[in-house]
C-alpha cells in the first residue's frame, strides 16, 4: 500500500472505529467499506475492514451482508499464515448463523474456532467464544448448558479484567436465568450489567440490559412498572438501528400489554415485532409472535385461529430445533385441546 494510501485508509478506519465504539454501526458500515476500497492489495487492512464490516452489519440485523463479509474475511484470512484472526472470522459467522437460529451450526462453528484460540494462546478470543456458545445452548434450549458456559465465560473474562465481556455474560445469564423462572436472579443479573454498560457508555449494551430489566419485570407481575424500561431500550435501539433487537424490545412490550388485557396495543406491538423478524430472517422471533398472536386469538375468542398459528409455532419450531419454543407451542396446543381456558407468560 502507497504511503499516501495507507494515511488515507488509518485516518478512514479510525472514524470507522470511533463510530462503531458510539455504536453507531450504519454510519460506521459507510465508513469501513471507504476504508476497504483504500486498501489496495493489504490483505491485513482488508482483513481489519471485512471483520468490522461484519461485526456491524450482525448488530443491525443485516445477517445476509454480515455472513458474506466474515467468509471473505475468512477466505482472506487463510492466505496469512497463523493468523488468528481466522478464528475471529469463524466466531462472527456462528454468532451470524445463530442470530438467524442456526444454532447447530453455529455450534460447530465455535468448536472450531475455539481450537484456533488454544492453539494460538488467545485467552480474549476463547472467552469471547465460550459467551457465543453459550448464547447458542440458550437458543437450541439447553439452559443449563447455557448457564454453566456463560459462567465459564464471566470467570475468564473476569481474569481478563475485560468489564465489556463480563456485562454481557451478566446479561446473557439475565436472559437464561429468565426462561428457567429464576426471575428474581434474572433482574440482579441484569441490574449489575446495566451498572456496567453505563460505566461504560456503551449503547447498546446499556439497551440491551434495560431490556432484561423489563422483561424481568414483567415477569415479575409488574407489567406497568416494566414499561419505563421497554422505553429506555427502545430509544437506545433506535440510535443503533438495531432492528432485531427493537423487535424483541417490541415483543416484550407486547406481552406486558396483553398480561394487562390491552390486547389492541398488544397485537400492534407484535405485528410490528413480526415485520421485523422477517426482514431479519429471525426465526425465533418469529416463533414467539406466532405462539403471542395465537393466544390473542384465543382470548378474544377465536380458538380455531389460535390453533392455527399454534400449530405454525410448532412447525418452525421443530424445524430449528427451539427447544424452549417446541415446549411452549405443545403446552400451548395442550392446553387449547382441553378447552380448560389459559393464559401462559412467555418468558
Known sequence: MLNIDRVNFEKVFQQAEKKRAASQ?????????????????????????????????????????????????YSVAKMLKENPLAADAFVGLGLTLRAMGKHKEALKIFKKSQQIYKAVGDEAGLAFNLWAKAGAYRIKGDLKKGIETFKQALDLFTTLKDKSGIGYCLCGLGGTSRILGRIDDSYKYYSKANDAFRKLKDTFGIAYSYCGLANATRMKGDCKGSFKYFQKAKAHYKKIGDKVSFAYTLWGEGAAFKMLGNFKNAKNDFLKAQKLFKETKDERGLSYCELSIGELEFLQGRPANAALLFKKALRRANKFSFGVEIKHANRFLHALKSGKGFSFNLP
Open 25 to 73: 454501526f450504519n454510519k460506521a458500515i459507510t465508513l469501513y467499506i471507504k476504508a476497504k476500497r483504500l486498501c489496495d492489495n493489504d490483505k491485513e487492512a482488508k482483513l481489519s475492514c471485512l471483520l468490522a464490516l461484519g461485526d456491524c452489519y450482525r448488530m443491525v440485523g443485516k445477517y445476509d451482508d454480515a455472513k458474506k463479509s466474515y467468509d471473505y474475511a
